[in-house]
């Protein structure tokens, strides 16, 4: 289907000014943070608080986010544990803010946004031991945040979305925590990939395929890219990983890279729901109201996730 109106008035709009890539990473940031407060504020949610996580390098800010519709703002749902877009490079807790906001109203379950090390400072693998860390350490205090189990969840957006699956992956080796489901939106899964949606919509869909190199190469410098680390989508044996949401939008870059990890996970027997959704370009849940029709697409995402925790898997498009 064509662009839908929204989106292309942000198409529009984006094109008028530089790209993050082009301009200094502190001005990208604080660009990108700005921009934010277009997004809109997302739902109404029981309750916020931001915590420090430990890591062995340190700590790590989380934003933990819970549900209304319970005294204590428990949930029966294991936490979610979110990871935000931006290239590894840029975003943080105030660019997820309004969908973690969103995704915890509507699932009824306990959100945890981790503000993860960004490059070019802190490159790979600085942002996966954060996230590893988080996960083991959310496996141990889940029940002091009044979120269910067993398990963890996982989930993210473009760069996020990317930690989230090496984290499920990660979970299969591990007993420091245990992944129950992923959630992969616009998910960057094959760093090398370079092929279909990847050259048709290169330029002229609000996210270049220049700026994911640029991305790509502060995160990961001089790295071998075909690293499941690094491309979750290359693990050669993806028997036993964790159910999946694979969240596409049809006019994005990555959107065949994620596609084809969804149904190799199909094929090696995991339980897959892949949902595209038509006239979207990349990213497009993170947006909010500068995407009105991104909102229904939202919920659409939320009823799979659900049903997806409770054994349904299907592979559609919508």
């Known amino acids: 289907m064509p662009l839908l109106p929204g989106v292309q008035r942000l198409i529009d709009m984006a094109s008028d000014g530089p790209s993050l890539a082009d301009i200094p990473i502190q001005q990208a940031r604080l660009q990108l943070d700005t921009l934010a407060a277009s997004f809109g504020a997302g739902d109404r949610v029981g309750s916020t608080s931001d915590i420090d996580i430990p890591t062995p390098s340190g700590t790590v800010r989380a934003r933990v986010y819970h549900p209304e ?76 945040l009044e979120a269910g189990g067993p398990g963890i969840l996982v989930g993210g957006d473009s760069a996020g979305g990317n930690l989230a699956a090496v984290v499920a992956q990660a979970s299969r080796s591990t007993d420091e925590f245990t992944v129950r489901a992923q959630l992969l939106i616009c998910a960057a899964v094959n760093l090398g990939h370079r092929h279909g949606s990847y050259v048709e919509f290169a330029k002229g869909y609000f996210v270049s395929t220049s700026e994911f190199e640029h991305w790509i190469s502060l995160y990961a ?44 996970l199909q094929a090696a027997g995991v339980d897959v729901s892949l949902f595209r959704v038509d006239g979207q370009v990349h990213d497009f849940p993170v947006l909010g109201d500068l995407i009105p029709e991104g909102d229904t ?14 054994g349904g898997p299907e592979v559609n498009s919508a």
């Open 221 to 264: 410098p001089g790295q071998d890219l075909s690293d499941p680390r690094l491309s979750p989508a290359a693990a050669t044996e993806l028997a036993g990983t964790p159910a999946a949401l694979v969240v596409t939008a049809e006019y994005d870059p990555l959107r065949d890279a994620g596609e084809e990890y969804a149904r190799a």
């Open 69 to 144: 519709g319970s005294p204590d703002g428990s949930s029966d749902l294991p936490p979610l544990l979110y990871f935000h877009g931006g290239g590894w490079s840029v975003g943080g807790l105030s660019t997820s803010d309004a969908l973690c906001r969103k995704l915890t109203a509507r699932s009824g379950g306990v959100v945890v946004n981790l503000d993860y090390r960004l490059a070019p400072e802190n490159p790979y693998p600085a942002a996966v031991e954060d996230a590893l860390a988080a996960a083991a350490w959310l496996s141990r205090n889940a029940a002091d």
């Open 297 to 310: 697409a939202v919920n659409a995402i939320v009823d799979r996730w659900r049903a997806l925790l409770e």
